[in-house]
Nanobody, 117 residues
Framework: QVSLVESGGGLVQAGGSLRLSCAASRNAFTFQSIGWYRQAPGNQRELVAR???????NYADSVKGRFTISRDNAKSTVYLQMDNLEPEDTAVYFC???????????WGQGTRVTVSS
């Protein structure tokens, strides 16, 4: 069983920054694309950023220009640098494969981000 551990969330004022980390056991991210998802109350889980093994990156329009995804393959860790945070970014953030459900690991606990006005 591969475990995913997200960390780095917290409470921040609008305009502030946070850096999230996602670590996987068993070097599970080798050769894998990894995405950051978020889920706000009442909303479906949303893919906000994706990075491939080769380094190709995509962002959702809602975070483009404010969030930066990166990875450290030796540590099997993926990061999400979040700048200029807005109250609409408030959600629980998760990492997992950006492919279909059949390719995903078990979801981790997530890390909560709260942005106040």
């Amino acid at each position: 069983q591969v475990s995913l551990v997200e960390s780095g969330g917290g409470l921040v004022q609008a305009g502030g920054s946070l850096r999230l980390s996602c670590a996987a056991s068993r070097n599970a991210f080798t050769f894998q694309s990894i995405g950051w998802y978020r889920q706000a109350p009442g909303n479906q889980r949303e893919l906000v950023a994706r990075i491939t093994w080769g380094g190709a990156i995509n962002y959702a329009d809602s975070v483009k220009g404010r969030f930066t995804i990166s990875r450290d393959n030796a540590k099997s860790t993926v990061y999400l640098q979040m700048d200029n945070l807005e109250p609409e970014d408030t959600a629980v953030y998760f990492c997992n494969s950006p492919l279909g459900p059949g390719y995903r690991w078990q979801w981790g606990q997530g890390t909560r981000v709260t942005v106040s006005s």
